[in-house]
């Protein structure tokens, strides 16, 4: 068996709620801006409502817990400044919701 490759991103989506979609979306996403610097993403089926982003055992966003759904440079920012923290985002910095 092949070992997972690090950083290891998960998402966790609610197959109940046919959130497939929208987790791929944001996987394809953080794949195309952190080409170089992410292992591998996962994306892992779940229920309940739930749709979380994890970095290894770190929760970058939970759904229930930020009460939605995050807004992609939002999401880009907290992978970033975990990963590599140097690079810049683009387009993307100027338009913080922080």
């Given at each position: ?31 195309t801006t952190f080409a170089t610097e992410l292992g591998e993403v996962a994306l892992v ?54």
């Amino acid at each position: 068996m092949t070992q997972p490759r690090e950083p290891r991103l998960e998402i966790e989506y609610c197959t109940q709620c046919r959130w497939l979609m929208r987790a791929a979306w944001t996987a394809q996403e953080l794949l195309t801006t952190f080409a170089t610097e992410l292992g591998e993403v996962a994306l892992v089926p779940g229920v309940g409502g739930v749709f979380e982003v994890r970095l290894g055992s770190e929760t970058l966003w939970s759904r229930k817990g930020e009460g939605g759904f995050p807004e992609l440079p939002h999401l880009k920012r907290l992978v970033r400044d975990r990963i590599a923290p140097e690079r810049s985002l683009g387009h993307s910095e100027g338009h913080k919701a922080d």
